[in-house]
Structure formats: structure tokens, C-alpha cells
């Protein structure tokens, strides 16, 4: 891609002021959104089969990152959604566990001592999620409120406002005082809400922002709005994390969430990460499915594989 | 000036979820008539499609049996009312499906159009017929009332493509069940035809949906399939019945075996019933006074 972008040593250089900065992410290429739908699409045409859609599905099953983000999580859902994290399917131990279960600050403790023991993270989303209105004070002290409770990710949303305003400096700092607040303990994740970010060349300008800034993960969306993430969109998202990677030898992640339901769909976002990023992606520590009810198909789907018969919702626990 | 028209010909489709998919697989097969002369050509439905048809079902499950059994009788008279506007064209197709005279053909469709009206009327009079109050040693009231078993899958009759069809249909769904139906393989037509009917009345997608195709290839795996409750066997023959259905055994789904029916004749309420599960339940009414009674 950006054969004209500074060196690596370099980026720390543009964030320097404001101009710089906006300097750099409006020189990034523009996007070719007819190019990159099509690619997406036709990616999203392979045919995975029989042994691949097993390991597939497993890998997929590795990746989710479980969440519950509502008004009315209680204790106990939080903890129903930990076991179900720990043994995905009752019925069949061979199950992976899932990479996460992601949580509102306040269930944070409930989640960590639902999954003790497990190796499953405790992700909570924090800074004011999911609209990110509120004073940087504010939202710092919700991320350390997090990081104190034992969170190991913090999932956070960019501002927005500040950014679809031009104002890239202060969407900048605001990613640096929240990794300084995640300490060494915490990875973070950013998420920019591409849903409301209008364009693609948005999208890309949001990426490096966050990776410069020093995100370990990007993520597509909050799924609180209408368009969560899309395969063009995590496409172009890999796009700049391989990218990233190249220029600067720093490895960041990706998430996309909210609106993946399906097994299907899920598989079809590997291939893009296999095909874009490339195999060093393929691991639950550099990508994530951030789902809930897209766990649940991919077991029905793994039961199908196993007994050959189509399973049923009967047959995977309610959440 | 020619007076000859060219001929429109339809593209029959599978019916799933309230909407006229081709086939997942995009296979099609020749649908001919009895002298083998080509009629159109069905859909040949794989087994994903039949997956999709039994997502479709069971999503439509919830709403339809909730549905008040008086609105469900509304809904089916008025999958009746349209079927007699298509009057003419059913006709046809089932003529030229089964090689009858118009006459006879006529006949069968009357029939079936009135057999949908007959079931239509029973949506609302089952319960008190196969449900009601029994009398308990106790202080209880104790009340039986039936319950729609879930999504059944039925296999259409092979030789009655119209009458036969709808005699099997009407009755799972009257009493709040969903269906998928496999339509009979060699006259699939007017079966693709009555989901048209279904699409413009008031019947929800996915309460009905209709797969044309070879029933040894779909009906395995809606046998197997764990969420099917059911499965009517109509159209299947001696072997392939038996092979539904120790698949069905599986998770103890509901089986109709096959047998000889005359779908001429007035059903009887077997097959309201074969797909309807007697839920019970017990309401205190207090101790009972020094009479023996709390009255």
C-alpha cells in the first residue's frame, strides 16, 4: 500500500501537532470502495469443506470474544455467560473454550471469577461506552475502575465527534491516556464505530490513528448501531494492521462486532483474514469475533459435523 | 400478422421462509405428465435447502402457534378464498399433472378447496374436542388442552398432487403446527403453485414452506434433523419409510406412518390430531368443605 508513507521511525514524528498528523492520515491512499467491495465479496465465495470447515469452525469458536452488553446483565447472566465461555458445549468437552467473555466494568469482577482458571480473558468495554460523550476524566477513571477489577482487555470507543471534526490530535491523546491507563497488565482494544464513520477512507484514516496511537486491537463497531461490521470493512481494517505491521514491525489485531451471526458468515471473515493479513493473524491473540449469538450456530454446526445430522437450538444453551 | 403468441412459461420456485428461492444447489429437474410430455421444469432441492425451509419453520413457530385458533381459522379461509380465484389455473395443472379429464380435475380441486374450508372450521373446535376438564380425586381442576407438536415435515402424497397435498397440509397447520413439505416428485407443480396461494393470503412466511426435489434425497436429513417434532410419512414408499423413521427415532420425533387413504372421502380428525401433544394442567380450587364440595 502507502509506498509514500514515512519509515517506521518516522510516525512517531506525526503526531507532532494536529497539522502533521492530519497531514499524514489525509495522505494515505484513498480507498477504492468498488475494488475493495468486490474483493470482499468474491472472498467471501470460497468453499470451505468437510476437515477445513472443522478447523475452521474451532478456530472460530477460539476467537469469540462472548458478550453481553446490556441494561439489564445481571450477576447471574454474567456468570452463565462465563461457564458457557469455559465449556461452550456441555455435551462435548472437546469444545474449545472461547478467547473472552466482554462485560460492562461493573460485571468485571462477576466475569473474573466465573472463568478463573480457565485461560478465558476477561474483556470490559469502558470510556463512556458505548457513545464515548463524556469527560476524558470520566472515562479514564472507567478504564483504571476496570483495569483495578481485573479486566485483561479494554475494549474502547474513539471519539467520534472529535474525529469526524477533523480534530485527530485530541482522538490521539485520548487513545494514549487510555493505554497509559490500561497499564501493562490490560491489551486495548478501539473501537472506532465505522458505522458512523460515513466512508471507507474514514475507516483507514481511524485505523492508523489507533495503531500510531498504540492500540493492540482494532475493532469495527459497538453493535449499538445499525451497520456493525462488514466484510469490507474488517477487509480494509487487515488491510492496515498488515500494512502497519510492514512499516513498523508492530503486530495489531482486529475485531470485528456485532452482526455475525452465522457460521457461514464467520468462516468467510477468516478467509479474509488468511488471505489479507495472512496466517500469523489466525490466532485468538491478533483476531476476534466480538458475538453472542453467533457462538451457539457455530456448535450447532460442529454437532452437524460430528453426528452428520443438522442440530437444532434446542440443543445449545439460552442465553 | 402472426395471431401466434409466444408462450410465457413459469419459472416454478421452492417456497421458504414467505419468499420463492431457486434451489441452493441451482439444480433443476423436468416436471412431465403422465404421457411424458414437458411440462416446466421444478426446482431439485438439496439438503440445505431443507435446513433453510426448517430455520424458516421454526422461526415462524413461535407467532403461529400463538396465533388465536379463531385468527388461524380466519387465515385458512382465506387461503380457501384465494385458491377459488385460481380455481381455473388449478385445474389445469392438476389435469395436466395427474392426466385427468377438466371435468375430473375440477371435481379434485373443488374438493380440495373445500377440504381446506372444513379444516379452517376445526382450528377452533379441536381443543374442545380432544381437550376439556377431567374429573380428578382431588381438590383440582384439572384441565387437558391440545398443543401444536412443532415443526413437522411432511412427505406429500405421490399420486394425489392437489386433493391429496392439501389433505395432509391443512391439518398440521390448522392445529398451529409449522410444515415443510416435500412436494410429490413426479407432479410437484401444483404444489409450487399453492405457495403462491400461501404468499398472498394472510398465512406468515415460513408457517408453510414447500421443497420440490426427491424425497430419498431431502427426506433423510429432515428425519434426522434435531429440530423437526415431526414427520408425516404420506408420500414415502415401503423402504424409504423405513428408513424415516428409525431416523426420526433419534430424537423421538413423531411419525406418520404411510397408509392407503381415498382423499375423496371426509377425513375424519386423525390427522388433526397425530401431530398434537395433550398438555394437562392442575389448578387448586382449596380444601374441600364438610359437604365434600368448595362450592
Known amino acids: 500500500m502507502p509506498t509514500t508513507a514515512p519509515p517506521a521511525h518516522?510516525?512517531?514524528d506525526v503526531t507532532a501537532s494536529d497539522s502533521t498528523l492530519r497531514r499524514f492520515l489525509h495522505g494515505l491512499p484513498g480507498v477504492d470502495t468498488v475494488g475493495l467491495e468486490a474483493r470482499a465479496t468474491s472472498l467471501g465465495t470460497r468453499s470451505i469443506k468437510t476437515t477445513a470447515k472443522a478447523y475452521a469452525i474451532d478456530l472460530a469458536i477460539s476467537m469469540v470474544d462472548l458478550t453481553t452488553l446490556e441494561g439489564a446483565d445481571t450477576p447471574g447472566k454474567v456468570r452463565a455467560l462465563g461457564a458457557k465461555a469455559v465449556h461452550p458445549d456441555p455435551t462435548d468437552r472437546t469444545a474449545p473454550t472461547t478467547a473472552a467473555v466482554c462485560v460492562y466494568p461493573d460485571?468485571?469482577?462477576?466475569?473474573?471469577?466465573?472463568v478463573a482458571g480457565s485461560g478465558v480473558k476477561v474483556a470490559s468495554v469502558a470510556t463512556a461506552f458505548p457513545a464515548g460523550r463524556a469527560a476524558l476524566d470520566v472515562k479514564l477513571a472507567d478504564v483504571r475502575d476496570a483495569v483495578a477489577a481485573g479486566a485483561d482487555e479494554i475494549d474502547m470507543?474513539?471519539?467520534?465527534?472529535?474525529?469526524?471534526?477533523?480534530?485527530y490530535l485530541k482522538v490521539y491523546d485520548e487513545i494514549v491516556a487510555v493505554k497509559e491507563a490500561c497499564g501493562t497488565s490490560a491489551r486495548l482494544k478501539v473501537i472506532f464505530e465505522t458505522g458512523e464513520l460515513s466512508?471507507?477512507?474514514?475507516?483507514?484514516?481511524?485505523s492508523w490513528l489507533g495503531m500510531i496511537a498504540g492500540a493492540d486491537f482494532i475493532?469495527?463497531?459497538?453493535?449499538?448501531?445499525?451497520?456493525?461490521?462488514?466484510?469490507?470493512?474488517?477487509?480494509?481494517?487487515?488491510?492496515?494492521?498488515?500494512?502497519?505491521?510492514?512499516?513498523?514491525g508492530i503486530q495489531v489485531g482486529v475485531k470485528p462486532a456485532g452482526g455475525i451471526r452465522t457460521s457461514k458468515d464467520a468462516i468467510k471473515f477468516l478467509v479474509l483474514v488468511n488471505e489479507t493479513a495472512g496466517q500469523d493473524w489466525l490466532d485468538n491473540h491478533w483476531f476476534r469475533f466480538g458475538a453472542s449469538s453467533l457462538l451457539n450456530d457455530l456448535l450447532m454446526q460442529r454437532q452437524k459435523l460430528a453426528t452428520g445430522r443438522y442440530s437444532g437450538p434446542d440443543y445449545v444453551t439460552v442465553d | 400478422m402472426s395471431d401466434a403468441r409466444l408462450s410465457v412459461f413459469k419459472t416454478y420456485k421452492l417456497y421458504v421462509g414467505g419468499k420463492f428461492p431457486?434451489?441452493?444447489?441451482?439444480?433443476?429437474?423436468?416436471?412431465?405428465?403422465?404421457?411424458?410430455?414437458?411440462?416446466?421444469?421444478?426446482?431439485?432441492?438439496?439438503r440445505k435447502d431443507a435446513r433453510d425451509a426448517v430455520v424458516a419453520a421454526r422461526k415462524a413457530f413461535g407467532g403461529w402457534s400463538g396465533a388465536t385458533a379463531y385468527n388461524r381459522g380466519q387465515v385458512l379461509y382465506r387461503v380457501a378464498e384465494m385458491l377459488e380465484g385460481r380455481r381455473e389455473q388449478f385445474v389445469r395443472e392438476v389435469a395436466e399433472a395427474e392426466g385427468l379429464s377438466k371435468s375430473k380435475a375440477a371435481a379434485v380441486v373443488d374438493a380440495a378447496i373445500d377440504r381446506w374450508?372444513?379444516?379452517?372450521?376445526?382450528t377452533d373446535k379441536i381443543a374442545q374436542v380432544v381437550g376439556g376438564a377431567n374429573p380428578v380425586a382431588g381438590p383440582f381442576f384439572n384441565l387437558s388442552s391440545p398443543e401444536p407438536t412443532g415443526v413437522v415435515a411432511v412427505l406429500a402424497p405421490q399420486d394425489s398432487s392437489f386433493l391429496g397435498l392439501v389433505s395432509v397440509l391443512a391439518p398440521v397447520i390448522a392445529t398451529g403446527n409449522t410444515a415443510v413439505v416435500i412436494a410429490s416428485e413426479k407432479a410437484p407443480l401444483p404444489a409450487l403453485s399453492l405457495a403462491e396461494v400461501l404468499a398472498t393470503s394472510d398465512v406468515p412466511g415460513g408457517v408453510v414452506n414447500i421443497l420440490s426435489g426427491r424425497p430419498s434425497e431431502i427426506a433423510p436429513s429432515l428425519a434426522a434433523h434435531q429440530d423437526v417434532n415431526a414427520i408425516d410419512l404420506a408420500g414415502a414408499d415401503e423402504e424409504l419409510a423405513k428408513e424415516l423413521e428409525i431416523a426420526a427415532a433419534d430424537n423421538l420425533?413423531?411419525?406418520?406412518?404411510?397408509?392407503?387413504?381415498?382423499?375423496?372421502?371426509?377425513?375424519?380428525?386423525?390427522?388433526?390430531?397425530?401431530?398434537?401433544?395433550?398438555?394437562?394442567?392442575?389448578?387448586?380450587?382449596?380444601?374441600?368443605?364438610?359437604?365434600?364440595?368448595?362450592?
Open chain 1, 10 to 12: 518516522a510516525l512517531a
Open chain 2, 117 to 122: 374450508v372444513w379444516y379452517a372450521g376445526w
Open chain 2, 22 to 46: 431457486r434451489s441452493e444447489s441451482g439444480r433443476v429437474y423436468e416436471v412431465t405428465d403422465p404421457k411424458n410430455n414437458w411440462l416446466a421444469n421444478a426446482p431439485l432441492s438439496s
Open chain 2, 253 to 295: 420425533k413423531r411419525v406418520l406412518r404411510p397408509q392407503t387413504v381415498d382423499f375423496t372421502q371426509t377425513p375424519g380428525i386423525e390427522r388433526l390430531t397425530a401431530f398434537l401433544e395433550t398438555k394437562t394442567v392442575w389448578h387448586t380450587t382449596g380444601a374441600l368443605g364438610a359437604s365434600g364440595s368448595s362450592y
Open chain 1, 199 to 206: 466512508t471507507y477512507d474514514n475507516i483507514r484514516r481511524a
Open chain 1, 219 to 248: 475493532k469495527t463497531s459497538t453493535g449499538k448501531v445499525a451497520v456493525n461490521a462488514t466484510p469490507a470493512n474488517t477487509l480494509l481494517m487487515l488491510e492496515a494492521v498488515r500494512d502497519f505491521r510492514a512499516q513498523t
Open chain 1, 107 to 114: 460485571m468485571v469482577a462477576v466475569a473474573k471469577e466465573a
Open chain 1, 157 to 167: 470507543v474513539i471519539d467520534r465527534g472529535a474525529f469526524l471534526a477533523g480534530k
